[in-house]
Every structure is written in structure tokens, then in C-alpha cells.
């Protein structure tokens, strides 16, 4: 058997102590700046449609995603966003009603079409607090309020905040942000890695890679470096489902 010296040994341990160094520097986050949100990219009735793969590269579905302007519990400007999803024969339907400025949640509801009946979320965000409104397939109806940062987000609409960050190569903020149907409150850190070339059934584009970091998972997405900015692809973190954008319809300017 091969024996080490001391001082072998030392240059050994000095080796993995370096290369132990390297990763974490790889995989270390560059300095937080303020949250800045720009002016929303999308137009009234812009709509991306996504072809769905699960964890096996295997065809789940379709999501759609569009948005339209104005909304029904948000007085001034604001945006609805709507993001219908058909995957493994279950159809989900959220929408969000926010403000223009700022991207504020004001209300959401989530309707899911289960083979055994519908559920259904309702959220009403005021100041510090959301309002929850949960019904199971059985018609059973409760209530819930939750206190959350006055600032947050609702957790289905942060792929849409990041089109509207100045993203550029080691840019990184962090967010707060809320799950109604899960009740979960979490502050993801975005980071901007990289530009890539990536490609989606729509097509190749030049694309930021952002890294929605959270203490539990990763969601990764490729957003287009040029305006309007579209959502190219994303690996959903939660899920682990990959959403490839497969035709995009430009709203009204």
C-alpha cells in the first residue's frame, strides 16, 4: 500500500480546500440590488403559447399565457394576467389581477377541472395581509387570512416581473412572494447567470438565463435579450416541468 508523507498529505488537503473554493465561488450570489420593476414589456392581448415536457422529456400538455389590460378589482390602470395550463388530462386556470405600477396583486383565483370535480383558490391581497377563500371538490368552503409583506407578489407572476428587470450579466435582486393554493410564503433570489443561445419549437433566440433561486428548489428561465422581452423557456422548480415557448401572439400597441 502506497503511504503519504505529512507533507503530501498537507498539498492534498490544500488541493480539494482550493477546488472546494472554486465551486462555491460558482455558485455564489453577486450583490442583491433594489427590486426595479420597468414598464410591462406586453401589450393587451399578447399571448404565449408553451409546449410542456415533464420529467422524463416526456409530452405533458399545453400552458397559455396572456394578458389583457384594465381588471375588475383594480381601479386606475392595471393587468390581468390569465395562464391556462392542460397537462395529464387536468386543466388548472389562474388569473391575476394587478397594478400597472408596480405589479401588485390585488386578487387571483385558481380553478383546477379534476377528474373527480373542481377545486378552487380565491385570494384578496390588501396591505399586509391576503384574504383566502378555499373550496374542495366536495363544496366544502373555508376561510383564512395570512399575514405577508406588504410588498409581495403573487408567486404566479414572477416569470412576468422578470421581463420587466433591467436583466444584464450578474444582476441579482431578491422579491417577496406568495402561494395561494399552498399557502406559501418565500423570497426568491433572481439572478442573471449568462447570455445563452436557446431554443424553443418557436425558435432560437439570444436569451438571459435567470436563476429563481429559493431555499427549497431552482426555477430556471431564458428570457429574450431584445423587446418585448418574451418568456423563451423555463424549468419549473416546483414541478420540474420545461416550458418551451411554441407561438407567441403580440398584443395591441
Known amino acids: 500500500m502506497k503511504k503519504y508523507n505529512g507533507r503530501a498529505r498537507l498539498r492534498f488537503t490544500l488541493g480539494m480546500l482550493v477546488a472546494l473554493l472554486v465551486v462555491l465561488s460558482g455558485c455564489s450570489t453577486p450583490e442583491l440590488q433594489p427590486l426595479t420593476l420597468q414598464a410591462a414589456p406586453w401589450a393587451d392581448g399578447e399571448q404565449s403559447t408553451y409546449k ?39 386543466q388548472e386556470i389562474v388569473v391575476v389581477e394587478m397594478t400597472a405600477q408596480g405589479l401588485r396583486p390585488r386578487s387571483s383565483t385558481l380553478v383546477r377541472l379534476l377528474g373527480n370535480g373542481r377545486e378552487q383558490v380565491k385570494a384578496t391581497y390588501s396591505s399586509g395581509q391576503v384574504d383566502l377563500e378555499l373550496t374542495t ?40 412572494s406568495f402561494l395561494p393554493v399552498a399557502n406559501l410564503l418565500e423570497r426568491p433570489t433572481i439572478v442573471v447567470t449568462q447570455k445563452e443561445q436557446v431554443e424553443a419549437p418557436i425558435g432560437v433566440y439570444e436569451a438571459w438565463r435567470v436563476e429563481l433561486r429559493t431555499t427549497d428548489n431552482t426555477t430556471v428561465a431564458w428570457v429574450a435579450t431584445g423587446p418585448p422581452y418574451m418568456l423563451i423557456k423555463f424549468e419549473d422548480g416546483h414541478s420540474g416541468g420545461v416550458y418551451e415557448l411554441s407561438e407567441y401572439q403580440a398584443g395591441n400597441q
Open 52 to 90: 410542456v415536457t415533464d420529467l422524463n422529456n416526456n409530452y405533458a400538455g399545453t400552458a397559455l399565457i396572456s394578458f389583457t389590460a384594465g381588471a375588475a378589482q383594480v381601479e386606475g390602470e392595471a393587468w390581468t394576467m390569465r395562464r391556462e395550463t392542460m397537462t395529464q388530462g387536468e
Open 137 to 176: 371538490v366536495r363544496d366544502v368552503t373555508t376561510y383564512e387570512r395570512i399575514n405577508v409583506p406588504s410588498d409581495v407578489r403573487d408567486q404566479r407572476t414572477l416569470l412576468a416581473l422578470v421581463r420587466t428587470l433591467p436583466l444584464a450579466a450578474g444582476y441579482a435582486t431578491e422579491i417577496n
